[in-house]
């Protein structure tokens, strides 16, 4: 994950999520399909690693992860803090979690 990180973010550090949009996905992997909405790659040690250090379990981890890759599939984004703010209550409101 640090590699893939390193290659298509330029980040030399392991991440815990990355996704690749239709449009990426098809430039870099050959893939095309009108119902395809690119690839999304868990890192599941970090996964393990932030379960632990939040206390919650891995599968919880896993899906907070997949729905975060998922918004990005849809073109959200977090580099603003407004941004930021809007995703994380969109993957709490999906995960049923409380708003407060």
Do not use: W
Request: glycine share 8%.
């Amino acid at each position: 994950m640090k590699k893939l990180n390193r290659i298509y973010r330029g980040e030399n550090r392991v991440t815990d999520v990355l996704s690749f949009s239709e449009k990426d996905s098809r430039t870099k992997f050959g893939v095309s399909s009108s119902r395809y909405l690119g690839e999304i790659i868990i890192c599941y040690p970090q996964a393990k690693r932030q379960a632990k250090k939040f206390g919650h379990s891995v599968n919880q981890e896993l899906e907070m992860l997949l729905i975060h890759g998922f918004l990005h599939l849809l073109g959200y984004d977090h580099q603003k803090a407004r941004d930021r703010a809007k995703m994380q209550r969109l993957e709490r409101k999906i995960l049923g979690l409380s708003l407060r």
